[in-house]
């Protein structure tokens, strides 16, 4: 896989994000490499896998040092699964609007932008599908409006600017 390419639209205004699913982590950290990205930021609530723990926070955080990659996390305020039922609708799920509007959120957004204006960035979840994460329907959401184009490194190595939800 060819290098990504840098051009004047990559500084200030995009942000990647990747999910890591099942892929080893030298395929993870193979994509980001392939990206350029100097930064990850960690977006999981709980930052720990059971059946993939060269995912969880300290062992990531080490991989991604190693193939200078700087690592941050920043799931208690980005994270997609609160723990507060005032976050949550009716059947329990995750009600993405009332967690953008918190203070929390909202400052985890800015430090996510502030560091994504001085180096290449990707945030992160477990997801793969973009479209089926918080990743897209809460942070990529909420960048966009913002006036950011975000990015999806897929687990091909391609990229998706938007993600589609399923019809099925």
Not at 22 to 42: G, K, P, Q, T, Y
Not at 58 to 65: C, E, F, H, I, V
Not at 67 to 85: H, I, M, Q, S, T
Not at 125 to 136: L, T, V
Request: include cysteine.
């Amino acid at each position: 896989m060819e290098p990504a390419k840098r051009d004047a639209q990559d500084a200030p205004g995009v942000v990647w994000t990747i999910g890591h699913s099942n892929m080893s982590i030298e395929r993870f950290l193979e994509l980001l490499c392939a990206h350029e990205i100097e930064l990850l930021v960690d977006v999981r609530t709980a930052p720990y896998s059971r059946h993939w723990p060269q995912f969880s926070r300290d062992a990531l955080a080490r991989s991604a040092q190693v193939n200078d990659v700087a690592y941050l996390f920043l799931g208690r305020e980005l994270g997609g699964k609160p723990d507060d039922p005032a976050l949550r609708g009716p059947h329990g799920l995750p009600d993405y609007d009332a967690i953008a509007a918190t203070p929390l959120y909202q400052e985890g957004i800015a430090r996510l932008t502030a560091l994504a204006r001085e180096r290449r960035t990707a945030f992160m979840c477990s997801e793969g599908d973009p479209a089926q994460c918080h990743r897209e329907r809460l942070v990529a959401r909420t960048l966009r409006a913002e006036g950011w184009q975000v990015r999806h490194i897929l687990t091909d190595g391609s990229i998706q600017q938007e993600a589609q939800a399923s019809l099925w």
